[in-house]
């Protein structure tokens, strides 16, 4: 048996782009001897009710030339945006899975039932040419490859297929900041995607017929051992991971609530970098804090546009149907919101994108926050996290409680303000809850997110008023509509909001002092 740790990292790129890759110049500066390619085919076993994936766990067989290989991987970590995996590997004669090679891996109690082992069959394939080179330096080595083919599941009839284009890093020799120094020189011109899901995952999710989602993200689990260099390090990650998981589904779907929780993870990360400005607030650091500002501007129009439709311009045409201003308006909008989409897809298939992604990543692992020249930054890094939360949690709570104490007398400029603080807050809340309890935390969050519902309202409502006056102004394209009927429309819509406001603000005002009743959970 052969178990070794992989540590690897995967982009995705575009065919244009795979065949500029493969003449960089950064692959003949460092090649070792020529390039090599094979085909690779290889089949994924599963029970019927995915055992194996519930385990965490990748096994198959792939014919490789005329050899025979079984491997299983099982469940990794996720750093920054590499992976190690632990995996097993053992050559075949046949191309057939010998469950006894499998006694001393994770999945040995599984198997060892006779019943549960029988049920462990062919699932579907992947099917690949994978082109390699091994790139090295006297203090790395790093194997590159381009796989390009695809994974087939179902029936030879009508079998379901879906592209691979991907390229893997593997890490023979180093660390993995070389992994990230590699990855940035070969797509320093090219748009790229970081990818977090395996081919494993792939076949996975064409058998199920699964499309992939939008997701909400998890939040870093903190203990009372963890270190704030190690709570940053992990609240960062699941930030940018939430961000990441929801960049296909928006490239691929143009999903509303994609793009929606896309802005949330990068919202939360830049809310990270403030939180812990004592220690992220480095050159590097203000760079990529710019950089994330830029990425969730060029999807804030998609967003804003989205929320206008659905939850400002769809109630007014309910209410009148037959309009045909209001359908001109909706129409109008339509056109804005395509453009607001492509605007944001640019963004994505900016090689600017990639970089951002990249570089957050390698300063998340070894960037010059966690190389701090003095001792007192050091001890900083050391101390255990849940001292540092509570400072956060408890400024963070004057700012809102002072902010609120005039609320009623506050115009819509200081309402957004303060909005803007409730959401820092309910972000350090999510953050650190984890050191507190959920249980004894939820009252308080509770009340804390219907504040900030209750002021977005308010929000959405006068960026709408905004958006239908530059409209109506001309100051935005009409797509042929008489500015006339735009004005008629969207004097309509505002007055209809315009109306309820004072409902709202009563909500506002009523969450404000729900929240006010509550007992701070740290």
């Given at each position: ?44 076993y ?43 590997e ?23 039932d ?39 599941a ?15 890093l ?9 992994l ?8 320093q ?60 589904v ?25 939180l ?76 600017r ?30 101390q ?43 972000y ?21 997110a ?15 008023h ?12 009409t ?5 006339g ?12 909001h ?25």
């Amino acid at each position: 048996m052969s178990m070794q740790v992989e540590i690897e990292m995967k982009l995705e790129l575009d065919t244009a782009s795979l065949d500029r890759l493969r003449r960089h110049p950064v692959i003949r500066q460092y090649r070792q001897g020529r390039a090599t390619t094979q085909t690779l085919d290889n089949t994924y076993y599963d029970s019927q009710d995915f055992a194996l994936a519930k385990a965490k766990a990748a096994l198959r067989i792939r014919k490789k030339g005329r050899q025979y290989i079984q491997t299983l991987k099982a469940q990794g970590k996720q750093n920054g945006v590499h992976f190690e995996r632990p995996e097993w590997e053992w050559d075949r004669p046949t191309p057939t899975l010998d469950m006894t090679l499998m006694e001393e891996t994770p999945i040995a109690a599984m198997i060892k039932d006779p019943r549960r082992a029988a049920e462990i069959q062919p699932l579907f394939a992947t099917n690949f040419k994978r082109t390699t080179w091994v790139l090295a330096d006297t203090d790395w080595e790093i194997e590159l490859t381009i796989d390009q083919g695809e994974v087939c599941a179902g029936p030879a009839a009508a079998p379901l297929t879906a592209p691979i284009q991907e390229v893997e890093l593997e890490l023979k020799r180093g660390e993995p900041s070389h992994l990230y120094d590699l990855a940035r020189k070969l797509t320093q011109d090219l748009p790229c995607r970081l990818s977090l899901v395996s081919k494993a995952g792939r076949g996975y999710g064409l058998i199920r017929g699964d499309r992939q989602q939008p997701t909400k993200g998890d939040f870093a689990t903190l203990t009372a051992s963890t270190s704030v260099a190690e709570a940053f390090r992990a609240i960062c990650l699941s930030c940018l991971t939430h961000a990441l998981e929801n960049e296909p589904v928006l490239r691929e779907q143009r999903h509303p609530e994609a793009v929606h929780q896309m802005r949330v993870g990068l919202r939360r990360l830049r809310s990270a970098l403030s939180l812990f400005k004592s220690i992220a607030n480095t050159p590097e650091g203000v760079v990529l804090k710019e950089e994330l500002r830029w990425l969730a501007g060029e999807l804030g129009d998609a967003r804003d546009l989205d929320v206008f439709k659905a939850e400002l311009l769809a109630p007014v045409l309910d209410a009148y149907p037959t309009d045909s201003a209001l359908t001109l308006l909706a129409q109008t909008i339509d056109h804005h919101q395509n453009s607001a989409y492509d605007r944001a897809l640019a963004a994505l298939n900016n090689p600017r994108c990639g970089r951002l992604f990249l570089d957050f990543a390698a300063w998340l692992d070894q960037g010059d926050w966690c190389q701090p020249l003095s001792a007192a930054q050091r001890l900083l890094l050391d101390q255990p996290v849940k001292g540092f939360a509570q400072g956060i949690l408890e400024h963070r709570s004057r700012v809102v409680e002072r902010g609120g104490r005039r609320l009623q007398r506050m115009g819509a400029e200081k309402r957004h303000a303060l909005r803007i603080e409730i959401k820092k807050l309910r972000y350090a809340c999510e953050f650190f809850v984890s050191l507190y309890g959920p249980k004894k935390a939820k009252p308080y969050m509770k009340a804390l997110a219907a504040l900030q519902d209750q002021f977005g309202a308010l929000n959405d409502a006068a960026v709408a008023h905004s958006r239908l006056f530059r409209l109506a102004s001309g100051d935005s394209p009409t797509h042929g509509v008489p500015l006339g009927v735009l004005a008629f429309a969207g004097g309509l819509v505002s007055g209809w909001h315009q109306h309820r406001a004072h409902q709202d603000m009563a909500h506002c005002l009523e969450g404000w002092k729900d929240f006010a009743d509550q007992r701070a959970f740290w």
